[in-house]
């Protein structure tokens, strides 16, 4: 199984973590022909102690919430009738706010998360949501205590927000290590997400996902589609597709 990682679908944007929604939309399209794409939410459950999941299947992750997901990937995934998961940074949720400081490549205009509406919306069209912390920090940064405290303010709020329990968590920029690991188990989730560029032993706590950046076609994905896990060993023909494929990089957020 592959787990796929984006971020914005957005046409006024110009960074890695935006993609144009005419290509995301040939994305979407390709893999329901190609792939079987399926639920995070229960592809999970079938996840074994090394982290890995069954095969031949895709699922589709979105993290951050950028407010953009409402107007342009609602409506690709209504068409094609697939899954799709988006992690949340539940601070955005609150009557306070959270400002988008954590990206690198900001566009000239303050980015806009989804407003509490915007994700019900998008729950009705059968979009799922789940957490990207509270507070979008980097969590190998913080004490145990620390974390575990960010980690679960995140679930609570959100599980009041969205009726139902939350159990996946997407790391910040995928950055964890054993404590992060031990923080998130102990905050009430059951499987965590990384975004690994280097080999990492995989667990259902360090689950790897593969980005997916602006400027990436059909032609990108048919290859990181069929990337196995970091980790594992590879042939020397993928590795020479995916050598040549990996040219977008620095997205990792
Ligand atoms: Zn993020």
């Given at each position: 199984m592959?787990i796929l990682?984006?971020?914005?679908?957005?046409?006024?944007?110009?960074s890695?973590?935006?993609?144009?929604?005419?290509?995301f939309?040939?994305?979407?399209?390709?893999?329901?022909r190609r792939?079987?794409?399926?639920?995070l939410?229960?592809?999970?459950r079938?996840v074994?102690?090394?982290?890995?999941?069954?095969?031949?299947?895709?699922?589709l992750?979105?993290?951050?919430g950028?407010a953009?997901?409402h107007?342009?990937?609602?409506?690709?995934?209504?068409?094609?009738?697939?899954?799709?998961?988006v992690?949340l940074?539940?601070?955005?949720?609150?009557?306070?706010?959270?400002?988008?400081d954590?990206?690198?490549t900001p566009?000239?205009?303050?980015?806009?998360?989804?407003?509490?509406d915007?994700?019900r919306?998008?729950q009705?069209?059968?979009v799922?949501f789940?957490?990207?912390?509270?507070?979008?920090l980097?969590?190998?940064q913080?004490?145990?205590q620390?974390?575990?405290d960010?980690?679960?303010r995140?679930?609570?709020?959100l599980?009041?927000?969205?009726g139902?329990?939350?159990?996946?968590?997407a790391?910040p920029?995928?950055?964890?290590?054993a404590?992060?690991?031990?923080?998130?188990?102990?905050?009430?989730y059951?499987?965590?997400?990384?975004l690994?560029?280097?080999?990492?032993?995989?667990g259902?706590?360090a689950?790897p996902?593969?980005?997916?950046?602006?400027?990436?076609g059909v032609?990108?994905?048919?290859?990181?589609?069929?990337?196995?896990?970091?980790?594992?060993r590879?042939?020397?023909?993928?590795?020479?597709?995916?050598h040549?494929v990996?040219?977008?990089?620095?997205a990792r957020?």
């Amino acid at each position: 199984m592959t787990i796929l990682c984006y971020h914005a679908v957005q046409p006024d944007w110009e960074s890695p973590m935006a993609m144009e929604p005419q290509a995301f939309a040939e994305h979407a399209e390709w893999l329901v022909r190609r792939t079987t794409v399926v639920p995070l939410q229960s592809a999970v459950r079938t996840v074994g102690r090394d982290g890995r999941l069954p095969r031949g299947t895709t699922a589709l992750t979105f993290d951050d919430g950028f407010a953009g997901l409402h107007a342009h990937l609602t409506p690709v995934l209504s068409r094609l009738g697939i899954p799709a998961t988006v992690f949340l940074v539940a601070e955005t949720l609150t009557d306070a706010g959270r400002a988008v400081d954590w990206v690198d490549t900001p566009p000239p205009y303050p980015l806009a998360t989804l407003t509490l509406d915007q994700v019900r919306d998008m729950q009705a069209a059968g979009v799922h949501f789940e957490s990207h912390s509270y507070s979008h920090l980097d969590l190998t940064q913080l004490s145990f205590q620390e974390c575990v405290d960010d980690l679960t303010r995140s679930r609570e709020l959100l599980e009041s927000l969205l009726g139902h329990p939350v159990r996946l968590l997407a790391y910040p920029r995928g950055r964890h290590d054993a404590s992060v690991r031990a923080a998130a188990e102990r905050a009430g989730y059951s499987h965590a997400f990384t975004l690994p560029e280097t080999r990492e032993a995989p667990g259902p706590f360090a689950i790897p996902r593969v980005g997916i950046h602006r400027g990436n076609g059909v032609a990108h994905l048919r290859v990181k589609t069929a990337r196995p896990y970091l980790g594992v060993r590879t042939s020397r023909g993928y590795r020479a597709a995916q050598h040549a494929v990996w040219t977008v990089r620095g997205a990792r957020r």
